[in-house]
């Protein structure tokens, strides 16, 4: 089975998870944490890392300390993994639900600015939906397959209207905008290291941020809001969201192959690009010129989307289509989906996903490529 994104285990994990084993730092303390914690802060060009158990985690504590509480709204786009709008729900707030852009699939800002023009009015000091008073305290962009929207527009955005950014980078590991990282362009980051990512340590996350005090905040949270080293004194209710040491040590080693896990997926977007061109309506993610992507998870669109997903499923290469999008779950249908006409349906029928580990060959991007053309 050609996998569609699986973990390449090819360096020091064995090692340095050996020296958890070997002296008993294996759980929730131990140096690989830390190491870790600065790695993907460094990598990420920020000052401050704090690990979480998952990306899921990481996103509802950044935006706990976003000030987002019951009752509240974040904004967020409507096509994305539903860990984004979990997170939300999570805080006691509900998403606003923003339609996504045909060509880049990321939130489409005009249908943004549209919505906070119309939609939103100015009350205390609060950014509020017109319709029931509630305050907006949050715009949660996801860098979607590690593609990034304008984020110039979209920090002018949020600056204007008084929304604080959390950015769901849990795909972008290894992408820029304009030359600067993704996490670093709101209040806090948060990235991923799920099986399917760039790099993974089984399951966990990492929290980036400028802020010495969040960065504080973050960790105090994460780890059950512990106020005093030796008495069990706690100070608030915190969670059990910390990273343990023998998969940072994981972590650890694969940040240390990262530059090359962004190489192979920068060729193999190449390669399947310069195989499928041409190919019936085929046609790709678009990037724009300010931003150097990771090329995460490679993604094809087309009106044969079925017929792609059965012959390369059916020859054991592991195909999916996108994310059912939110508006269309159950939970998520009384949430607002603000939209002109619901794109996210157009993307949903149209994109797949298709094998793109870091460890495919190119033999195996060609056979891939020449199942995909066999359809039309
Ligand atoms: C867009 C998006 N948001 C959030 C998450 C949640 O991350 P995790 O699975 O580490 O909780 C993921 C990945 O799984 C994701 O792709």
Not at 310 to 335: E, G, H, T
Request: charged share 25%.
């Amino acid at each position: 089975m050609l996998l569609l994104s699986g973990p390449n285990i090819a360096g020091n994990e064995w090692k340095y998870v050996k020296e958890c084993l070997d002296t008993g730092w294996v759980s929730s303390v131990g140096a690989f944490v830390t190491q870790f914690e600065n790695m993907v802060a460094e990598f990420a060009g920020c000052k401050y890392g704090v690990a979480t158990s998952n990306g899921t985690a990481a996103l509802q504590i950044a935006l706990q300390l976003a000030g987002v509480e019951r009752n509240d709204y974040v904004i967020v786009p409507n096509v994305t993994f539903i860990a984004s709008i979990n997170s939300i729900k999570y805080t006691g707030a509900d998403p606003i639900l923003i339609d996504v852009d045909t060509k880049t699939w990321q939130m489409d800002l005009d249908v943004l600015e549209e919505f906070l023009q119309n939609e939103t009015t100015e009350k205390n000091g609060d950014l509020v939906y017109r319709k029931d008073g509630r305050p907006i305290r949050s715009i949660m962009p996801v860098h979607v397959l590690g593609n990034i929207c304008d984020m110039d527009r979209l920090i002018n955005l949020a600056e204007r209207y008084k929304l604080k950014i959390v950015e769901d980078s849990t795909e972008s590991l290894g992408s820029y905008y304009k030359g600067k990282h993704t996490g670093g362009f709101g209040l806090m980051g948060c990235f991923s290291f799920n099986g399917n990512k760039i790099i993974t340590t089984g399951g966990g996350g990492v929290i980036v941020t400028d802020d010495e005090e969040l960065a504080r905040k973050a960790k105090h949270l994460t780890t059950q809001a512990k106020s005093d080293p030796f008495e069990y004194v706690h100070d608030e209710i915190g969670y059990n969201f910390r990273l343990v040491n023998v998969l940072a040590a994981m972590g650890v080693a694969q940040m240390e192959l990262l530059p090359s896990f962004i190489k192979r997926k920068k060729e193999i977007d190449a390669l399947y690009k310069k195989e499928l061109k041409g190919t019936g309506d085929i046609c790709f993610q678009k990037v724009e010129t300010d931003v150097d992507a990771n090329c995460w998870l490679f993604t094809i669109m087309t009106e044969k989307q079925k017929d792609v997903l059965k012959v390369l499923n059916d020859n054991k290469m592991q195909s999916r289509p996108f994310w059912v999008p939110m508006n269309k779950l159950k939970m998520f249908k009384d949430d607002v989906y603000y939209n002109k006409d619901d794109k996210s349906d157009y993307i949903y029928q149209r994109c797949l996903s298709i094998p793109c580990s870091t460890y495919i060959t190119d033999d195996e991007v060609r056979e891939v490529a020449e199942k995909i053309r066999s359809v039309y």
